[in-house]
């Protein structure tokens, strides 16, 4: 994360929030009472659906196994009629 202090968000705000949004690197705003982080809404709603996928039961391990599969695998799993 790039560090930038309030003052320096204050003045270049614009700037930090298209760089944020070019190369999806978030930027920390250190205070002197608290600290924020800014990301891009792109990363924000990825990260949130990230959370999301990960809080369903057996979602975690149904990716992972689907990792391993084959794009023949896949294949053929699609050549199958369903109906």
Request: proline letters at 4%.
């Amino acid at each position: 994360m790039t560090p930038v202090t309030i003052t320096q968000a204050r003045a270049d705000l614009y700037k930090i929030v298209d760089q944020v949004c070019y190369n999806h690197i978030p930027t920390i705003i250190k205070g002197k009472r608290n600290n924020a982080v800014i990301v891009s809404e792109e990363d924000w709603k990825s990260i949130q659906e990230t959370l999301y996928l990960l809080s369903v039961p057996g979602m975690y391990e149904s990716i992972i196994e689907g990792q391993k599969e084959t794009l023949e695998e896949m294949a053929m799993e699609s050549d199958l009629d369903l109906s």
